[in-house]
């Protein structure tokens, strides 16, 4: 990889022994290169896109152990930013497809990823991308460092795709990784928890504080890995009705079940029918249902 080191930044780099002099490789996630690239390229972290560069070596390390990453793979990268979680992608040896929505920054991967052969960098917004036609046949892996404020829009999107993935693994808000990973019966148990669930089986695989990005954000992050399920969790007759009733029973959360579901549109001779067909009691609200209960009212109605 070839950036044009300064003096300046080439001693201060050598005072923090992050990277060698030699001219072979300079890593991105460090302090000094991102502002470096930053400066060089005049840029600024948008909060508009929800922009956090990440600059800890270890945490880009973890994410492409976590994904697996080898010779052979195919990898969707979810906003590559400078590169930072690219590099350490395609140093793995994986054949990396990386979609960027900012606009500027496809001319400064090209720059700062100018080293490797293995990474091809696509503009354009990953929730309007054609991602068959992008990835070809056959699986491949997805790693990703979303926006924050967009997250489960791109994960439901991913998912509802049923696209050959055979594991997600992404930087998310620590808040939302638990209403990922929760069960039911608590107050992060919600829509989320039932898709992701339905689709994968999720497990948070390590923390990432705030220091670890330029500029820090607000809130703590968690990487979170979601191994994609060859089949759903439950096996249901409509999986649109299914999500349906997910998506009721979470909407009016303090109601019962049966009430929160007319607030949606059903009929009361559709919920009474359900409930008397799936034996289930009506009077319970929706967060105590695991997701066998789901399938099995969402078939009665069907």
Do not use: W
């Not at 994986?94 to 001319?107: G, N, Q, R």
């Not at 992701?196 to 089986?201: F, M, N």
Request: aromatic share 6%; with cysteine; charged share 25%.
């Amino acid at each position: 990889m070839s950036l044009n080191l300064d003096r300046e930044l080439a001693t201060e780099i050598h005072q923090e022994k992050k990277l060698s002099l030699d001219g072979l490789k300079t890593t991105i996630a460090t302090p000094s290169v991102t502002r470096h690239i930053m400066k060089a390229f005049n840029l600024r972290a948008s909060k508009r896109l929800g922009q956090n560069f990440l600059v800890d070596a270890n945490i880009v390390r973890g994410i492409v152990e976590a994904v697996g990453a080898k010779p052979g793979d195919r990898i969707l990268e979810i906003g590559p930013g400078i590169g930072t979680l690219t590099q350490g992608l395609a140093e793995s040896g994986a054949e990396v497809t990386a979609v960027e929505l900012d606009k500027k920054l496809p001319a400064v991967l090209a720059e700062t990823l100018a080293g490797y052969n293995n990474v091809r960098i696509v503009p354009g917004d990953i929730l309007k991308v054609n991602i068959p036609e992008i990835m070809g046949d056959g699986p491949f892996k997805v790693a990703a460092n979303l926006p924050y404020y967009i997250t489960t829009p791109i994960l439901m999107a991913l998912l509802e795709k049923h696209l050959p993935m055979s594991i997600l693994v992404t930087m998310v808000q620590k808040e939302v990784a638990l209403r990922m990973i929760a069960k039911p019966g608590g107050k992060a148990y919600g829509a989320l928890s039932v898709a992701v669930q339905y689709y994968t089986k999720p497990h948070i695989a390590f923390d990432v504080p705030p220091r670890s990005f330029i500029p820090a954000p607000e809130v703590d992050s968690v990487v979170i890995v979601c191994d994609v399920r060859e089949k759903p969790a439950v096996e249901v007759q409509d999986e649109k009705m299914f999500f349906k009733v997910v998506k009721a029973a979470f909407g009016q959360r303090r109601k019962t079940i049966a009430n929160a579901m007319k607030g949606a549109g059903f009929s009361r001779d559709t919920i009474e029918a359900a409930f008397a067909k799936s034996e289930i009691d009506s009077n319970r609200r929706g967060e105590t249902f695991n997701l066998k209960e789901f399938a099995a009212l969402a078939d009665a109605i069907g």
